[in-house]
């Protein structure tokens, strides 16, 4: 077969994918899948966990220093008033926050309370 018998093939240039190519292509697919079903629920393990015990903490807090309050609110917040990590807020009857503590880049359970 040539090319003048078949003129549409004139411009036609084969893919060179050869059956290793695509071992190595489903090979590194596979291994970036595998990770990432690794790696995933550790992370989402890790931030469901932070977060109840933030929201613990902060209602212990709560409890202490605004008795008056009607609900607490634990948030992670970058650039909150001590930096960055997990803030404790009071909220009352109008849904306004007032700041009660910190609570670091890892919440723990409450400290010593005076």
């Known amino acids: 077969m040539t090319f003048d018998e078949h003129p549409e093939l004139a411009e036609y240039e084969p ?3 050869s059956p290793r190519q695509r071992r190595v292509v489903l090979t590194r697919v596979f291994v970036v899948l ?3 079903a690794l790696v995933l629920p ?3 393990l890790t931030v469901g966990m932070q977060t109840a015990t933030a ?3 902060c209602a212990v807090y709560v409890r202490h220093y605004e008795p008056n309050a009607t609900d607490s609110s634990a948030r992670f917040e970058f650039t909150g008033p001590t930096g960055p990590g997990w803030q404790c807020y009071a909220l009352n009857t ?3 926050a007032t700041y009660v ?3 670091g880049l890892i919440p723990s359970t409450p400290h010593r309370l005076p």
């Open 94 to 96: 109008e849904g306004d």
């Open 15 to 17: 893919l060179d994918r």
């Open 42 to 44: 550790g992370i989402l």
């Open 55 to 57: 929201e613990n903490t």
């Open 34 to 36: 595998a990770l990432s």
């Open 101 to 103: 503590a910190p609570l």
